[in-house]
């Protein structure tokens, strides 16, 4: 698809993502950031575009997972992880599921960090028309 090579136009929104992962910001965020990993080129060409498509908004998660060419593409890509996944012995399965597990609780930590500094980075200054603590009484 050349819209793809042309570089995405909107970016989607987080709503996408929020969906796709019981609406926990945390793995939405990793979610996005593995789109964006694949949008470079990490996972070769056709899930590039697969992931351009989907960061721009012109064709959500699921509808790329309807695309035959893609969800090949990810199963073939996907298939040597999942051998040697199989190869693990329980305890290494368990020490990579406690690093997942780590690098949860530090995005949860760095997005709580980001929201309690505002929007500008202006930690707990409040704008003009933020609508925090408005009140009609």
């Given at each position: 698809m050349d819209r793809?090579?042309?570089?995405?136009?909107?970016?989607?929104?987080?709503?996408?993502f929020l969906e796709m992962t019981?609406?926990?910001?945390?793995?939405?965020?990793?979610?996005?950031?593995?789109?964006?990993?694949?949008a470079s080129g990490l996972g070769g060409d056709t899930l590039k575009e697969m992931a351009q498509e989907v960061l721009s908004g012109r064709m959500g998660l699921r509808e790329a997972a309807d695309v035959s060419a893609y969800a090949e593409q990810a199963v073939e890509t996907a298939a040597p992880l999942a051998e040697k996944w199989a190869s693990l012995s329980d305890r290494e399965r368990d020490e990579l599921a406690a690093e997942g597990e780590r690098r949860l609780a530090e995005?949860?930590?760095?997005?709580?960090?980001?929201?309690?500094?505002?929007?500008?980075?202006?930690?707990?200054?409040?704008?003009?028309h933020d609508g925090r603590g408005w009140s009609l009484y």
């Amino acid at each position: 698809m050349d819209r793809a090579q042309n570089g995405p136009e909107k970016r989607v929104d987080d709503s996408e993502f929020l969906e796709m992962t019981q609406q926990d910001p945390v793995q939405a965020e990793i979610l996005r950031q593995s789109l964006e990993h694949l949008a470079s080129g990490l996972g070769g060409d056709t899930l590039k575009e697969m992931a351009q498509e989907v960061l721009s908004g012109r064709m959500g998660l699921r509808e790329a997972a309807d695309v035959s060419a893609y969800a090949e593409q990810a199963v073939e890509t996907a298939a040597p992880l999942a051998e040697k996944w199989a190869s693990l012995s329980d305890r290494e399965r368990d020490e990579l599921a406690a690093e997942g597990e780590r690098r949860l609780a530090e995005e949860r930590q760095r997005l709580d960090d980001e929201r309690r500094a505002g929007p500008e980075g202006q930690s707990g200054a409040k704008s003009r028309h933020d609508g925090r603590g408005w009140s009609l009484y």
